[in-house]
């Protein structure tokens, strides 16, 4: 499995930007992608994640109600919407996958198996 992460950018302060994470090669009904972000000296940070059918979707507290994860399974892509930006949201974003995941070791870095590169997003003031 290959990931590809984009859409990250420079925006100002409460402006929005929409990162997609598409997938290639073989997908599973028990996939669960995420999506952390890190800054430097700073360990990485869990962000939202979201299952293959897009019932059960999960935000840390700092992003509730600003950002957005959904998922096109036609396209093998998932997006994270962010709205209303702040400039401490600014990290280098990386998606991940895994499909052997137990309920509650999604929000956990060192639980999946695929990354993409990760792409910037920086929120200026």
């Known amino acids: 499995v290959q990931l590809q992460a984009s859409g990250g950018g420079l925006v100002q302060a409460g402006g929005s930007l929409r990162l997609s994470c598409a997938a290639s090669?073989?997908?599973?009904?028990?996939?669960?992608t995420g999506w952390f972000r890190q800054t430097p000296g700073k360990e990485r940070e869990f962000v939202a994640a979201?299952?293959?059918?897009?019932?059960?979707?999960y935000y840390v507290d700092s992003v509730k109600g600003r950002f957005t994860i959904s998922r096109d399974n036609a396209k093998n892509t998932v997006y994270l919407q962010m709205n209303t930006l702040k400039p401490e949201d600014t990290a280098v974003y990386f998606c991940?996958?895994?499909?052997?995941?137990?309920?509650?070791?999604?929000?956990?870095?060192?639980?999946?198996?695929?990354w993409g590169q990760g792409t910037q997003v920086t929120v200026s003031s």
């Open positions: 991940a996958l895994d499909s052997s995941l137990e309920y509650g070791l999604q929000f956990f870095p060192t639980e999946y198996d695929y």
């Open positions: 090669g073989r997908t599973s009904s028990k996939d669960i």
């Open positions: 979201i299952n293959y059918n897009g019932a059960n979707t």
